[in-house]
DNA sequence: GATCCACAGGAATCCTCGGGGT
DNA sequence: ACCCCGAGGATTCCTGTGGATC
């Protein structure tokens, strides 16, 4: 019932899936494929789709070495290149940090092992987008990217980044509907409950809650599950599911502030308790909120930081901006 | 329309931390 | 024990922008 969960048979992303083997096919004859862009909202499938594609990938490919790396939880350059670095051996020595970046690429541009193939999961989040240039000239090493919005990975590079990765083949997940989301629910109903716990009225319930997002309907799910089983009831019941709707938003929610430093919860608390603040207010109300504050340049970073993360909107421009929690 | 002000955000610089070499 | 190095964060410095005021 975890979300990382990977399901035997992804069978609600077919032309997803296939489409992504088809350009990674190449590896079967020894060849590198081109790099590859996953695009669309959270809980569309992607990460899913792009790990499950790789792990089938795999089964039939003797020699191919892979990776995942989050690039949220390893957002700089060189956290990025050391985790590439990695699943390639080569790192042993280098558990330092005075290890200069170069040197790491260095090693990565040595490696002359079987086809490699990387995904890099919410690349956006990715400081140093050079590196994915860096990675994009070594030989025998190919891309998954993932993130949201296109634009997000592909509108501040410089023009020589961008036309070096403008053969990356760009695939769109939309939301799923609503059979979708009741289709994904039923597999894990089959792997994970009792028959007869929650019927298709249920499941079309908390797929409605979800409103496109897998990994809502799934937190749905387990919650309520756990509810009806600390209640000792046998079935989900409409009124459980409506009573942990809230309660795992937040916790959704609570994954993605937890990632933050103490000073930008705080930014965010101020700015979720107002509907509308401007920057001076805001940073007033923060200097008295916390003990030795940071300078106003580092507030408006991690505001940027909070966008970035989509916890906050702008509204406006200059002097006339305000901030406001999102969603 | 000139000037001032409050703010955004880019670039350069400073500071800190952890580890290696001597 | 000491110094040095590199990464990454924070700060300082700076330029640009749009609204307010005269």
Request: hydrophobic letters at 25%; one cysteine or more.
């Given at each position: 019932m975890r979300s990382e969960f990977v399901p035997n048979d992804v069978k609600h992303r077919p032309a997803e899936v296939s489409h992504l083997s088809d350009i990674l096919r190449p590896v079967t004859?020894?060849?590198?494929?081109?790099?590859?862009?996953?695009?669309?909202?959270?809980?569309?499938?992607?990460?899913?789709?792009?790990?499950?594609?790789?792990?089938q990938l795999q089964q039939n490919v003797v020699d191919l070495n892979t990776q995942y790396v989050n690039c949220w939880e390893e957002h700089t350059g060189f956290q990025t290149l050391y985790h590439v670095l990695d699943a390639v051996g080569n790192t042993h020595d280098i558990h330092r940090r005075s290890t200069p970046t170069d040197e790491l690429l260095q090693r990565l541009r040595e490696y002359d092992g079987p086809q490699y193939i990387v995904i890099l999961d919410e690349v956006d989040q990715l400081e140093d987008k050079e590196i994915l240039y860096d990675f994009h000239r070594i030989q025998n090493l190919s891309m998954i990217l993932i993130a949201n919005r296109e634009e997000d990975v592909f509108s501040d590079f410089d023009g020589r980044l961008s036309s070096r990765l403008q053969t990356c083949i760009r695939i769109r997940f939309n939301q799923y509907d609503l059979d979708q989301l009741v289709t994904i629910l039923e597999d894990r109903v089959q792997w994970g409950l009792e028959q007869g716990a929650i019927e298709t009225e249920g499941l079309e319930r908390i797929a409605d809650h979800a409103a496109g997002d897998a990994r809502v309907a799934i937190g749905l799910l387990r919650n309520a599950a756990r509810q009806a089983a600390q209640q000792?009831?046998?079935?989900?019941?409409?009124?459980?599911?409506?009573?942990?709707?809230?309660?795992?938003?937040?916790?959704?929610?609570?994954?993605?502030?937890?990632?933050?430093?103490?000073?930008?919860?705080?930014?965010?608390?101020?700015?979720?308790?107002?509907?509308?603040?401007?920057?001076?207010?805001?940073?007033?109300?923060?200097?008295?909120?916390?003990?030795?504050?940071?300078?106003?340049?580092?507030?408006?970073?991690y505001l940027a930081k909070l966008q970035?993360?989509?916890?906050?909107?702008?509204?406006?421009?200059?002097?006339?901006?305000?901030?406001s929690a999102q969603g």
């Open positions: 004859k020894g060849n590198r494929p081109e790099p590859s862009f996953l695009y669309g909202p959270s809980g569309a499938g992607k990460t899913c789709i792009a790990r499950h594609t790789l792990e000792q009831t046998e079935r989900i019941s409409d009124d459980v599911i409506d009573a942990v709707v809230s309660e795992t938003k937040t916790e959704i929610r609570q994954k993605t502030t937890d990632k933050l430093t103490p000073h930008q919860q705080v930014l965010y608390e101020l700015i979720t308790d107002t509907d509308h603040i401007g920057g001076g207010d805001l940073y007033d109300a923060y200097r008295n909120a916390v003990d030795n504050a940071k300078t106003r340049r580092t507030m408006r970073n970035q993360y989509n916890l906050i909107t702008a509204n406006g421009n200059t002097k006339n901006r305000t901030y």
